[in-house]
């Protein structure tokens, strides 16, 4: 359950905290590129949403997603391993989609490592296709999965806004 989750803007104050978890959960075996003075840029950025999630323990997740003119794309993602398979990652992630959706965003990317079945069937469970896979990503090393969500077609216009105009009768 995730009742006692809440979610909220990432700070700065939150990028220790952030880069230690990305370095145990994500990177690990890879090296360490999510230290914390990039993720405290990443944090500061205006294209960038990070999202935290707090339980009464302190940190029990976060995603960092960047946006662009069209699409968006799932940075990081990671959750405690004290608080994983109760919802907390699909709570986020969901907060991150309905962002995307307001933003207009045609697709949503993410890469995971090949091999990470679980990974893979969670992001499959929330409407993420396989695109490919990129050899070498994870520092020369490890192969990645690229996914995406398409949010509406790219040829689709997002609606603008016009001013009304008036009318002489």
Do not use: C
């Not at 978890?21 to 999510?34: A, C, Q, V």
């Not at 997603?65 to 993602?77: N, S």
């Not at 469970?125 to 999965?145: C, I, K, N």
Request: glycine residues 10%.
């Amino acid at each position: 359950m995730t009742d006692d989750i809440t979610l909220g803007l990432a700070r700065s104050t939150d990028a220790q905290g952030i880069a230690r978890m990305s370095r145990t959960l994500i990177e690990k075996g890879l090296g360490w590129t999510y230290d914390v003075p990039r993720v405290k840029r990443l944090v500061a950025r205006p294209d960038v949403t990070a999202l935290v999630a707090r339980d009464a323990q302190g940190l029990a997740g976060f995603a960092i997603m960047q946006f662009g003119d069209d699409d968006a794309h799932l940075v990081l993602l990671a959750v405690q391993p004290r608080r994983q398979r109760q919802g907390v990652a699909r709570r986020m992630l969901g907060w991150l989609l309905d962002s995307a959706r307001v933003a207009g965003a045609a697709e949503i990317r993410l890469e995971i490592r090949a091999g990470n079945a679980g990974a893979r069937a969670f992001y499959h469970a929330l409407g993420f296709g396989d695109a490919g896979l990129l050899p070498g990503y994870y520092g020369g090393r490890d192969t990645a999965l690229r996914m995406v969500r398409v949010m509406r077609r790219a040829d689709d216009q997002t609606p603008t806004w016009q001013a009304p105009t008036l009318r002489r009768h």
